[in-house]
Nanobody
Framework: QVQLVEAGGGLVQAGGSLRLSCAAS????????VGWFRQAPGREREFVAA????????YYEESVKGRFTISRDNAKNTVYLQMNSLKPEDTAVYYC????????????????WGQGTQVTVSS
């Protein structure tokens, strides 16, 4: 069983930065792949970025490439999402998710989810 808690959301102006964190409980978290997803009002939850168990493989949704960076610190059981050059269209609730197998980009492939953290980017 893995429990995930996101933090770091908030209100920021366009062009600004935020760093989200996803803290996990569970001794085997270091073997899990982790993804970040986001959901804006009236829209489906969409993939943002993912990282494999040791941080050696990452993958990004096209619109965030070059602006967002996913990383992890397995000693701290934490995954991060550094978001730079934020745009109003990045406004959403951001969720982290974990799965005990390999890397994945589909939301249905993730087993554990956090409660989400709101990110609001003003223009």
């Amino acid at each position: 069983q893995v429990q995930l808690v996101e933090a770091g959301g908030g209100l920021v102006q366009a062009g600004g930065s935020l760093r989200l964190s996803c803290a996990a409980s569970g001794r085997t978290f270091s073997t899990y792949a982790v993804g970040w997803f986001r959901q804006a009002p009236g829209r489906e939850r969409e993939f943002v970025a993912a990282i494999n168990w040791n941080g050696g493989v990452t993958y990004y949704e096209e619109s965030v490439k070059g602006r967002f960076t996913i990383s992890r610190d397995n000693a701290k059981n934490t995954v991060y999402l550094q978001m730079n050059s934020l745009k109003p269209e990045d406004t959403a609730v951001y969720y982290c998710a974990a799965r005990p197998y390999g890397f994945a980009v589909g939301r249905d492939e993730y087993e554990y989810w956090g409660q989400g953290t709101q990110v609001t980017v003003s223009s």
